[in-house]
C-alpha cells in the first residue's frame, strides 16, 4: 500500500512539462539592427551590427560596452564567434572589400584585419571556428562556384577551398547573411546550408574541408530563401531553419531534421513562421531553439516539434557552452536572455 503513492508522485515527476523558457530584455545602448551574437560563457557574450556596431558583456548582459574598431562606421558586421572570454572574430558583409574578418586577443580594445576579400564579384555571408586555430568562412558564389576560405593557424592566413574539391553551385546560389549560422562544425565535420537558389541545400565535408559532398533539402527555396541557419548535435543528428525571409509569419517550408549526418533531410512543421537562427542547448539531449524576426519556438525532441516561446523576434542566438543561458539579438538594438533551468 505504501508504494502507490510513490509511484504516483514518480509518474507525475515523469509526466510534468518542462519550464517554459521566458525571455529577459536588456538593454544594449544602441538601436540598429543587431545580427551576430556569440556566448563565450554565461557572463561573456559580444553583439555585432549595422554601422560598425560591436558590442561586449562582462557581466551577464546587465551592461554592453562598444568595442569599435576605428575606419569601420560603414560595415555591417553579420558575424561574430569568440573564441574566449577576450579573443573573437567578426565578419563584416558586402560586395567586394566591404567583406572582411578582424580579431581580437585582448577584448575588442584593439583589433587586426585578417581577410579582406579582393574579388569584385564577392560577398561573405558568415564564419566559424572549430577552435582557436581552425576556421571557415562561407561567401555568395561566383561564376558558378562556391567560395569557400579556410585558415589552420587562426586567421593569419586564409586559403580558399579548391573550386575542384567543391560541386558546382546552382545560379544564384549562396549563403544568407542573416545570422552567421548557417555553417556547422563538429571535429573534422562540416556543414554548410545554402539559399537564394531553385533547391536549399547542404554542402557536407567530412575531412575538414578537402573533399565535399552536397545534398537537397525540403525547406522553401527561391531568391529570398532557403537556409538560414544549421546545427547539429552529433554526428548524425542536425536541423535546418529558414524558409523566405520576404514572408516573415510564414512558417512554410521552414524546418528539416536529419538523422544520417546530412545525407537526408525530412520537413517538419510547427515553427510560427520564418526562421533565421536555430541552435541546440548543449548538454541537453532534446532541447532545441529557433528564433526569427516574427517571434521563436522551442523543442523538446529534437525538432520534430515545436512550442512557441513568448515575446518578440529575433534574429540570432547563441548559448553559452555550459547551456544555461542564451543571449538573442535583433532589429532595433534588441538583445534578449533565456536562462535555462
Known amino acids: 500500500m505504501r508504494v502507490l503513492p510513490v509511484v504516483a508522485l514518480v509518474t507525475a515527476f515523469a509526466a510534468a512539462p518542462p519550464p517554459a523558457l521566458e525571455w ?50 560603414a560595415l555591417d558586421f553579420r558575424d561574430v564567434d569568440a573564441i574566449s572570454s577576450r579573443v573573437a572574430y567578426v565578419l563584416s558583409i558586402g560586395s567586394g ?16 584585419l585578417q581577410f579582406g576579400n579582393t574579388d569584385p564579384k564577392g560577398f561573405f555571408d558568415a564564419m ?40 558546382p553551385a546552382l545560379p544564384g546560389e549562396g549563403a544568407f547573411a542573416a545570422s552567421g549560422s548557417n555553417i556547422a562544425v563538429l571535429g573534422d565535420a562540416i556543414w554548410i546550408g545554402t539559399g537564394a537558389a531553385k533547391t536549399a541545400r547542404v554542402l557536407h565535408s567530412a575531412d575538414a574541408g578537402r573533399t565535399w559532398t ?65 541552435a541546440y542547448v548543449p548538454r541537453s539531449r532534446t532541447d532545441v531553439v529557433a528564433v526569427g524576426p516574427s517571434g521563436a519556438d ?13 515575446g518578440p523576434g529575433y534574429d540570432a542566438i547563441s548559448f553559452a557552452p555550459d547551456g544555461s543561458v542564451a543571449y538573442a539579438t535583433g532589429d532595433g538594438g534588441r538583445i534578449g536572455k533565456l536562462v535555462v533551468r
Open 298 to 310: 522551442v523543442s523538446h525532441d529534437n525538432g520534430r516539434t515545436w512550442t512557441a516561446i513568448a
Open 97 to 112: 572589400a566591404a567583406s572582411r574578418i578582424y580579431r581580437t586577443s585582448d577584448g575588442g580594445a584593439h583589433w587586426t
Open 24 to 73: 529577459t530584455p536588456l538593454k544594449s545602448g544602441v538601436t540598429v539592427r543587431l545580427r551576430g551574437v556569440s556566448a563565450a560563457s554565461a557572463s561573456v557574450a559580444w553583439a555585432t551590427g549595422a554601422n560598425g556596431t560591436i558590442l561586449r558583456t562582462t557581466n551577464g548582459g546587465a551592461t554592453w560596452t562598444p568595442r569599435p574598431i576605428p575606419g569601420t562606421q
Open 214 to 278: 552536397i545534398a537537397d533539402t525540403p525547406l522553401a527555396a527561391g531568391a529570398s530563401a532557403g537556409i538560414f541557419s544549421i546545427a547539429f548535435r552529433d554526428p548524425k543528428r542536425g536541423i535546418v531553419v529558414g524558409g523566405d525571409y520576404r514572408k516573415e509569419g510564414d512558417a512554410t517550408g521552414s524546418a528539416a531534421i536529419t538523422e544520417d549526418g546530412g545525407r537526408t533531410w525530412t520537413a517538419v512543421k510547427g515553427l510560427g513562421g520564418f526562421r533565421s537562427a536555430v
Open 128 to 167: 566559424t571556428f572549430r577552435d582557436a586555430r581552425r576556421g571557415l568562412a562561407i561567401g555568395d558564389s561566383v561564376d558558378g562556384q562556391f567560395v569557400i576560405v579556410r585558415t589552420t593557424d587562426g586567421g593569419a592566413v586564409w586559403s580558399r577551398v579548391p573550386a575542384k574539391a567543391l560541386p
